[in-house]
């Protein structure tokens, strides 16, 4: 049989499109040749050898609009709106396959984009767009279809915990590690995208979309970045037997969706908590399967190239669905934060004198809290005035907590705004 | 568009013939109908409800060889030869697909297995075959097809796993958990085939295969099993920093295979060890993903059926390679376990008297091992006349290991013959 020839249109070529195209130049295939008949870069690089001698240069994505030379357009540009919006429905509507790896676009735009794809039966692939060198999309499209998926948690964002581990391993404070994440190629010099849980954000409503079958609203999950966790706060969690990860969680409980984004403390016991570094890891949970992880690296360009080349030649083979599903999505009400039962880690900084720990009991009976562990630390030296009291409490409704926490605030005794985390009890 | 109908014959109504008939119950598709048209069995059952309405009955699942009334074989028997493989080729002669848990034959048929089903133009799938609730057959063969594979390692054997856990965590010895074990189904009544390894054995010689495209033989991997496994040893390991898993390893150098299936002890820090209980789970080190690990329960009886469905809707939608592999084997020799360069962990059981340890220094200066560390256990009371001295080394060859322990084990203070298990430091 002669191999079938695929051509395929690049926009952008930046981190993951460079990534790409080292893949390329090592992929050898029998059955497939994939021919590269257009890429859009803005810089100016230049692209020499075989691979690129039939290959037409466009210094504009847009120039794309004019152009139909290709079966799959592999968007890499990133973003929700201007040329790669333009670009992507633009070849949907003109018949083309779309592989992406923006999962601002996808997570924003998934209605719609599913629904021009169906409507000109191509397919669209997005792999890239979460985890990028774990292959989620395809284990909860295809392997664990037959289940029916009850949550999905996890590590979506390796800036995030590249910083958060290297905190807490090398006793350092957030900017110090933030800014050896920068010079190392982990965060962007602009990080305030993965820092805010705004990209953990974007992947976690693909998955909670696609693993619920229904649209997902951005807007609708809450987000709490880890711009404020402490190295404090990292070593009082570890001397009670947790890590603090920044997790993205996905829930369907009868007709309703909790999705949030958090930094939350998980047990060091956890799967989840063992996944340190740039690392990600997902946890799907599911009612045949019972429970799965999957762990690798989750940024970076040759991990992510991997997932867009198995998106490409997934299509070039027809292995994805011929029949694309009918778009008939699920309604779901959504669980307010507020609503959470669960349990809370809480540091205070008060004056070092009697009556401080009744003073915060007090308020915390009141609402129907109670505690589950309480530690205090010693004043660094004499000249400071402030006491530190860590408290763990038993499961409560987050309401409750936020209610007896802007009580405690005002107390006197209180010098600054208490600090807490959620406590999450994954195995 | 309507659903497409596809016809399975299911043989074999085991654990996790079951499983599947208890998914196909829950399973609903508006693109894909699956309908059961025949289900061998050996043992009478009660098929009742509207999914059996139009379902041929078999005792003998020789039967199928005279039957035709279907599109993808479901073998679910098991084992290398007698029905399940004559109705296999059959099937796959006959020109049907064919979706198998049978680990036992497709590790031992491998390559005349692909060659019917490529001359036939069929697909042949395997996935519930490693690690059932794992996709790593997919992930192999779709997502990571760009990268080159260097090395797979894993517990695959969910029995040995709980015996070694269980063992640990409430202190009992091998027999006492085995029938434990036993009593929960965890085990089989004969349990040797995944106490002693060849179990791990046939899913190891799938992934190596598969992973490297050669045509494995499985007498060419070596196998230790854990029916020797005594608890000393792991809390010794423990106190170590390390854990015990029987561990499957293939590895390519160049153009080496290194196969084998053994216990090890592994740092606790490393992924594969914090895999415990009835889990199986797999590190994938590739050049470009580096290293992907996934985790889920590795047998049972809806996990594994999950794996067979995703296999039969891949077909149904023809998600998998349309245009099956060209079958060209590469060639490898086998590397020889006796040429291994690895650390070793050693107990001694000796008479309590001095000149032991320069006994066993000098036999390991002549064989040029060095130690690591030495750990003596006090005897346990004073009638016991034995001691019990824990070693470990740095890197040395295996064949001059084993000349030292030859040696060693003929001294006059050694009291039992040596205990030894190789350290893997994957991390």
Redesign the interface.
């Known amino acids: 049989?002669p191999p079938?020839k695929i051509k395929i249109a690049i926009a952008g070529v930046g981190t993951v499109g460079k990534?790409l195209l080292?893949?390329l130049k090592?992929?050898e295939?029998?059955?497939?040749k994939i021919q590269i008949s257009a890429i859009a870069s803005r810089k100016k690089r230049k692209f020499l050898g075989k691979s690129f001698k039939n290959t037409v240069f466009f210094d504009d994505a847009n120039e794309l609009l004019n152009f139909s030379d290709y079966d799959i357009l592999v968007e890499l540009i990133g973003g929700d709106n201007g040329p790669p919006k333009r670009i992507v429905f633009d070849a949907l509507n003109k018949g083309k396959h779309v592989v992406t790896a923006n999962k601002a676009l996808v997570s924003k735009f998934w209605h719609e984009i599913l629904e021009v794809s169906v409507k000109n039966n191509c397919l669209l692939k997005y792999?890239a767009s979460v985890a990028g060198?774990?292959?989620i999309i395809?284990?909860i499209d295809?392997?664990?279809?037959?289940?029916?998926i009850k949550k999905i948690y996890g590590i979506l964002n390796g800036t995030c915990n590249y910083i958060l581990t290297n905190m807490f391993s090398f006793d350092k404070d957030f900017r110090t590690v933030l800014n050896e994440a920068q010079k190392l190629g982990y965060a962007e010099a602009d990080p305030t995208f993965d820092i805010d849980g705004l990209d953990t954000v974007h992947k976690l409503s693909i998955l909670s979309s696609l693993a619920f079958n229904f649209n997902n609203d951005i807007k609708n999950i809450k987000l709490e970045g880890i711009q404020n966790i402490n190295l404090l706060d990292l070593k009082f969690a570890d001397s009670l037997g947790y890590k603090i990860k920044l997790l993205g969680i996905t829930e369907l409980k009868e007709k309703e969706i909790k999705n949030a984004v958090y930094p939350c403390l998980i047990s060091k016991e956890s799967?989840i908590a063992?996944v340190d570094g740039v690392y990600n890891g997902v946890v799907v949970e599911s009612d045949?399967?019972?429970?799965?992880?999957?762990?690798?690296?989750g940024a970076g360009s040759?991990?992510t190239?991997?997932?867009v080349?198995?998106d490409i030649?997934?299509i070039a083979?027809?292995?994805?669905?011929?029949?694309p599903?009918?778009l008939?999505y699920n309604k779901y009400i959504y669980s307010r934060l507020e609503d959470r039962w669960g349990s809370y880690y809480l540091r205070f900084t008060t004056e070092d004198k009697p009556g401080v720990i009744s003073g915060i009991a007090n308020e915390f009976k009141r609402f129907k809290i109670s505690m589950k562990s309480m530690l205090q630390k010693e004043r660094e030296n004499s000249q400071s005035k402030n006491a530190t009291i860590v408290i763990t409490t038993h499961n409560c409704v987050e309401k409750n907590m936020m209610q007896a926490l802007r009580r405690i605030n005002r107390l006197s005794f209180i010098n600054k705004k208490t600090i807490y985390l959620r406590i999450e009890d994954f195995k």
């Open positions: 049989m079938r990534g080292d893949l090592k992929y295939n029998k059955e497939i792999e060198g774990i292959p395809k284990v295809e392997f664990l279809l037959s289940n029916r799967f063992k045949f399967c019972k429970k799965s992880f999957f762990v690798g690296e040759h991990p190239a991997t997932s080349l198995s030649i997934s083979k027809k292995q994805s669905n011929e029949y599903k009918e008939k």
